[in-house]
């Protein structure tokens, strides 16, 4: 199975959101990794349908899901949790569960197994007949990440599918996303890196409507040897150390400070550490509008 992006372009008056992205995904999870107006979610939005690009093709397994019998094809297959939920007045969590099972073609027997399986693993049992309207924004994020895997899709695409989640619900999640990933093309579109981290197969990176590096994360994170480090300082000298580098972390120890950060060459401050980079350092590196010291 493959989906291929092909020269996606897209205009929202005088902004490009989009600038011609390229992109192939086979089978298991990618982290779309970006800050807010990076064009995540115009990217998402284009291969679900919901908008048109000015220009470029999206292929399934080499089929124009923009072209006629395609396009509905391809919704068949296709499971989506949009950034913001959907609300139905009136409708209960239940109502909406098997009202989206019955769209999709789910025989009422095997919609009240997949149905309940969801709420006890999205921790939803509870608020099974909660009216929609009187639900959390967490319960909410849930209820429509229950609703995306519900037909069992081929191609699963997540929007900020975390976000207004406590910890414990993020990692249930996660482990949701890991267990029905097998044999899926999974996209989860985020500026949260822990989402990610440790269960996408490929990480990529979008700024400005661009990829601009899209790999595995072990090799974006190889690529960040000898550029991150540990500065050991008295707190009067913080303020100078976050003006001269990226910083990624701070830890305060009496009059101690201990500050990650990341630079080109090593720091110049008296006490320097080189330290193991991480994903959160790969995405400071790509994401920063200043310049960092060396360069």
């Given amino acids: 199975m493959e989906l291929k992006i092909e020269g996606l372009s897209k205009n929202y008056g005088e902004k490009q959101a989009l600038k011609g992205v390229s992109c192939t995904f086979c089978d298991g999870v990618y982290g779309i990794l970006g800050a807010n107006g990076a064009g ?3 990217l998402m939005n284009i291969i679900t349908g919901n908008i048109s690009a000015d220009s470029g093709q999206v292929l399934m397994d080499g089929k124009n899901i923009f072209a006629g019998e395609e396009r509905e094809s391809f919704r068949g297959v296709l499971g989506y949790m949009p950034q913001y939920p959907v609300i139905y007045r009136g409708f209960t969590v239940s109502d909406f569960l098997f009202y989206m099972a019955a769209l ?12 309940a399986r969801l709420l006890d693993m999205l921790d939803l049992s509870d608020a099974a007949h909660v009216k929609m309207t009187a639900l959390s924004g967490g319960m909410r994020q849930r209820m429509m990440l229950a609703q995306a895997v519900l037909g069992n899709p081929r191609v699963l695409i997540l ?29 989860i579109a985020t500026h949260v890196v822990t989402d990610v981290e440790f269960i996408s197969r490929e990480i990529v990176l979008l700024k400005d409507g661009e990829i601009l590096r899209k790999a595995e994360r072990e090799t974006l994170i190889e690529e960040m040897e000898g550029k991150v480090w540990e ?59 200043e310049p960092m010291a060396g360069v």
């Fill in 40 to 42: 995540k979610s115009t």
């Fill in 104 to 115: 999709r073609g789910i025989a009422k027997k095997e919609a009240v197994e997949r149905i």
């Fill in 231 to 289: 500065i050991q300082a008295d707190l009067s000298e913080l303020n100078g150390i976050q003006g001269r580098y990226l910083v990624g972390n701070i830890i305060k120890d009496r009059e101690k400070v201990y500050v990650r950060v990341v630079s080109e060459t090593l720091p110049a401050e008296a006490s320097v550490v080189p330290v193991r980079p991480s994903l959160e350092d790969v995405y400071l590196y790509h994401n920063s509008s």
């Fill in 159 to 187: 929007d900020e599918p975390t976000a207004g989640l406590d910890p414990k619900q993020r990692i249930s999640v996660r482990n949701l996303i890991s267990e029905i990933a097998f044999d899926k093309i999974v996209l």
